[in-house]
């Protein structure tokens, strides 16, 4: 095989696979659109009033209070810079998923 043919083998396969992965983004938007968990952070608790978030059987976001945890209070954390930083709604605390995954690394919770 020259290197022309094996160039444009690439160039396809690199586009089937850049066509995949946008499908997929498009996917993973219409689950959170719907209140499904993608999994693409670290669950989110608020330090400061206890608030954080759970997810049901059916992989629905759910907020939740540790003395409740069968009941969703409907309040949803709002991202507010990125997909790391959100702000508590009940408290209104700035939660970082991204501080909070370096505290786990720091001491093994990780694991």
């Known amino acids: 095989m020259?290197?022309?043919?094996l160039n444009k083998r690439r160039t396809s396969s690199y586009k089937i696979f850049d066509n995949a992965v946008k499908r997929l983004e498009k996917v993973k938007e219409k689950a959170k659109s719907?209140?499904?968990f993608v999994d693409d952070r670290k669950l989110l608790e608020c330090s400061e009033c206890g608030l954080m978030e759970d997810i049901d059987?059916?992989?629905r976001l759910l907020t939740v209070f540790e003395k409740a945890p069968d009941k969703d209070t409907g309040l949803r954390f709002e991202e507010i810079k990125n997909s790391k930083?959100?702000?508590?709604p009940n408290c209104g605390k700035v939660v970082s998923g991204k501080q909070e995954l370096?505290?786990?690394?720091?001491t093994n919770n990780w694991r």
Do not use: Q
């Open 2 to 5: 020259n290197k022309k043919t």
């Open 34 to 36: 719907l209140g499904i």
């Open 57 to 59: 059987i059916n992989g």
């Open 85 to 88: 930083t959100f702000r508590c």
């Open 102 to 106: 370096l505290n786990d690394i720091e």
